[in-house]
Nanobody, 115 residues
């Protein structure tokens, strides 16, 4: 059974930083596409950052220069370093892995940016 779990969310002031972590078990991730999504209250889930199996990385424009996605295939983990956080970054952040075995989601972790 494949399991995905995020951690690292919390409450932070504008300008602060958080580091989200994601761990997957039960699946080979070496060729997986790994993504972070977020869902703000009343809005649809949106893709924030993606790192493909070959290492190519992309971000939505609103987080470029502030967020950094990374992964460790050997440890089956991924992270999202978030700096210079803004209130509009508030939402539930989800970890997603896609490979030949399926499309796997975590339960999400809440990030709140508020003064």
């Amino acid at each position: 059974q494949v399991q995905v779990a995020e951690s690292g969310g919390g409450v932070v002031h504008p300008g602060g930083s958080l580091r989200l972590s994601c761990v997957i078990s039960g699946s080979d991730v070496s060729l997986s596409t790994m993504s972070w999504y977020r869902q703000a209250p009343g809005k649809e889930r949106e893709l924030v950052a993606v790192i493909f199996g070959g290492g190519v990385i992309d971000y939505i424009s609103s987080v470029k220069g502030r967020f950094t996605i990374s992964r460790d295939n050997a440890k089956k983990t991924a992270s999202l370093q978030m700096n210079s956080l803004k209130p509009e970054d508030t939402g539930v952040y989800f970890c997603n892995w896609i490979n030949d075995e399926g499309n796997f989601w975590g339960q999400g972790t809440q990030v709140t940016v508020s003064s």
